[in-house]
């Protein structure tokens, strides 16, 4: 068998039985391999954006890598943004990125670029495979390493001669390594903070965010008095009734410094030292209070279930302590369509199970509230700040768990760096019932305007902040994709449209003007 | 001033007076600055690949860089692919990518990544600027790489507290070095390879394909015998009626061996020695036959003019001797709707002054042909083989040059990646007609799925390389984003639309199954 069928069953033996795609002619050897070996579902997008985004949202339900298949150095860049938030989201992804064989990288053919260059920023793990006999090794250790805590992006460079070479055979996965038991100084550290008697914050991120240790977590905190939160964004939430309710850190700068300001220690668990998402003149980067004591519990990649557990023990914290969320929903709104109405019909009829994908930015403050009481649910957010996630996002969650409904809350200007997901949506029939949040404008830039001192902008500068002028039709750019969409003109209709959609399968996009 | 405002005086008083922007947070003191100084035409784009691939077409029509403005690491990611195409066309480029704060670099915010490294692979220069007072030299500097023949991608990085600091004012650019003359060894090498009496062919790129020193290229190989033929895709090449007309080396590999297959001697003027596009097994990845003697009369980056002019000189060849294009146009077709039936109604009603710009990738084999003899008209192709080029591409030319018309030639597949690029056309109201080939599938991946040697692929393979089901309807992307637009069913169709979209200003888009 040829290296790209050896690397292919080496996937497939290692678990990675799912490929985003987006391939050029230098990956058509693998390509050709997958309907040899079988057991992989290959998903194709039209950018690789997408393809990037949807391994991430895969990845965060799947709880394991899947592949993505790429186009020498320009497609990789194409990826990179996404890959961005994948890497701030922790989440394992294998990038397999085809490129000129070995021979001819030294003669600067139109496509050549410096392929590794490209994928070192957003890579934790990148080799180029030598030769056909090492390509089912290379990629079994990119498995590793994106299996490795906490989740990696490993980027595998296959020259077309390392694909169409003989190779021998496929190669076995290393178990990567097990995450690490923080030490007992980790816990005592964490201890006396807690019992300190000084008004403390636990801050929860990562795993530390899944339903079981999260209730380990409440729990700790009503034993000691102390008080929860989560970072502003976080790559999976379960929540919903039943769960714990966490709120999160603000995203403005100044609501973040007073909601913290009272803290004397800060006990990090799978969460980093909040920082501000922009510096700004005159505003500190750490968002908590000078003099706040900082203790590390855990770090995203240890062992944060276990580490919670031996907390619990050590400050006496039962289970039946941790506060679970009750189960409520709000009534159906009336009036005019908001942001806040649009959260509450969400809310309102959000069915079990449901994952919400939330890149609605400016429109989606007060969702996270109203939802809390839904059925459990995850609640997948921008980890790294590149915007365009959302309706890859929402492709790779769905991929993941094709037997439930996805619901994204997707602003415009954000949606369209993507745009092109809602074809794969179509084409896979995805259960992805996607909400534009249609305001028509970089509403985040018209605040940081402000934020920067510019009082008084000119013309050309607010130019720049406004995506209208034409207006977006959301309902023809997804029909354009095979997406069946309508525009809400008001609430009954946002009503009818999303108790419809959520309850047939396949995609559907509701245009919101906000 | 701050530092923002002295390097927007920079650029404006340095020629700059163009910048195609996709900003975010850290770029608001940038955006601020345009309104205060003036001179700067500002476009929005809706994600940073329409921005890199504008301000190549603007490049390749201007002689001069734009801007571009981007958001950190990420926001550049997304304009590598056109960066990395801009880059083989030698085009000059400045971007601008907005960073976090010097300060706030160290804390990992969620958008922070490693800058420059995004920047490297696709930039011959980049700088981070350390403080205001430096940002208006290096935002000189900038301008200055970026003219450095042949043409360069500067990158200047500019973190946002160098924009918000007090500057010392803008700083004066540098006028970059001439073009270098070549060497007298070089002008005899060529004229001795010219008068080997062996089969010679003469390979013109980059600027040679100018209208004037093409010109001066016709008439020596008419004077000495020698052959001339361009590169497989080229920046820009002035063509039609009264210029000279000049064939291209064939992508397909087997085909370009056997076009170059007579040569003893290739003399290279401003192009490079042929390469494969991409390497198969047991083909050779230089496209000149073995033992044929290469001899460079000029690179890319010299004074190709002089070099011609010198040669003509040389070789005794008299300016009457050039071959100049006879006018004429092929007769409006009748019948079915075919890649060449298109070419002929493209050719048939072209205007005078008309910017093609060809992403037609297997569509548009013979347009190029049948417009030969069109009135005067620029040509610009895809020089890197990074799809996604072709309505940025248009979107560049046509702010370049307000007063011609620019008819872009798309196929599907390669215009979803940057489909975006339609909303600037209306936001513009740009002068481009776009007419999009749709065959609904990745054309090529079929015939190179192929030439690797897969010949009876089956159902997950071809699910790849075909992006029907569902059928993109081009003619809702467009006007989802404010292009009116529409499907010619037929050939009486397309001509109606073409020549009416041709005679009236602002864009238009053709949807042309084929």
């Known amino acids: 068998m040829n290296g790209a069928e050896s690397l292919v069953r080496t996937l497939v033996a290692g678990g990675v039985d799912t490929c985003f795609a987006n391939p050029g002619t230098s990956e058509m050897h693998f390509v050709a391999a997958l309907d040899r070996v079988g057991g992989m579902r290959c998903v194709l997008s039209l950018f690789e954006g997408v393809v990037s985004g949807a391994a991430d949202g895969y990845g965060r339900?799947?709880?394991?890598?899947?592949?993505?298949?790429?186009?020498?150095?320009?497609?990789l860049g194409n990826a990179l943004a996404n890959l961005h938030n994948a890497r701030k989201a922790n989440t394992p992804i294998v990038n397999i990125v085809g490129e000129h064989a070995t021979h001819h990288r030294q003669y600067d053919a139109p496509l050549t670029a410096d392929v590794e260059g490209v994928a070192r920023p957003m890579s934790a793990w990148v080799k180029t495979s030598m030769d056909a006999r090492s390509v089912a090794r290379d990629g079994a250790a990119a498995v590793t390493a994106a299996m490795t805590s906490p989740g990696q992006v490993a980027t595998l460079i296959l020259p077309a001669d390392t694909a169409w070479n003989l190779s021998d055979g496929p190669a076995p996965v290393a178990r990567p390594p097990e995450r690490a038991k923080v030490p007992e100084a980790a816990i005592a550290e964490a201890v006396a903070a807690l019992r300190s008697g000084e008004p403390t914050l636990v801050i929860v991120g990562g795993l530390a965010l899944r339903e079981r240790p999260l209730k380990t977590a409440s729990a700790i905190v009503e034993a000691t008095g102390a008080h929860m939160i989560a970072p502003t964004s976080n790559a999976r939430v379960e929540r919903g009734a039943g769960r714990v309710t966490v709120n999160r850190i603000f995203y403005p700068i100044r609501q973040a410094l007073e909601q913290v300001s009272q803290y004397r220690h800060v006990v990090l668990i799978g969460a980093r030292n909040p920082v501000a998402f922009f510096a700004y003149p005159d505003m500190p980067s750490l968002v908590m209070p000078e003099g706040c004591a900082v203790h590390?519990?855990?770090?995203?990649?240890?062992?944060?279930a276990d580490a919670l557990d031996r907390l619990a023990d050590a400050v006496g914290a039962r289970p039946e302590q941790a506060v679970l969320q009750k189960a409520g929903r709000p009534d159906l709104p009336r009036g005019a369509i908001t942001p806040d109405t649009v959260g509450s019909v969400v809310a309102a009829l959000l069915p079990e199970n449901a994952i919400i994908v939330d890149e609605a930015i400016n429109s989606s403050g007060t969702t996270y509230a109203q939802t809390a009481g839904c059925p459990p649910h995850d609640w997948l957010a921008l980890t790294g700040g590149s915007i365009g996630i959302g309706l890859p996002l929402a492709?790779?969650?769905?991929?993941a768990c094709p037997d439930r409904r996805v619901v994204a809350l997707q602003a415009d200007g954000s949606g369209m760096y993507t745009v092109q997901a809602l074809w794969t949506h179509a084409r896979e029939n995805l259960d992805i019932t996607t909400i534009v949040f249609a305001n028509r404008a970089y509403q985040s830039l018209e605040i940081e305007l402000r934020n920067v001192g510019a009082l008084n902008p000119g013309r050309i500068a607010l130019d720049m902040l406004d995506i209208g002028r034409p207006d977006l039709d959301w309902v023809k750019l997804a029909e354009g994709m095979g997406v069946p969409a309508a525009r809400a003109e008001n609430l009954e209709d946002l009503i009818d449209l999303f108790r419809s959609s959520v309850g047939r399968p396949g995609p559907f996009l509701i245009e919101v003007p906000i």
């Open 296 to 304: 590390v519990l855990a770090e995203p990649q240890d062992d944060i």
């Open 61 to 75: 339900m799947a709880d394991k890598p899947a592949a993505t298949l790429l186009h020498l150095g320009p497609g």
């Open 395 to 399: 492709t790779g969650a769905a991929v």
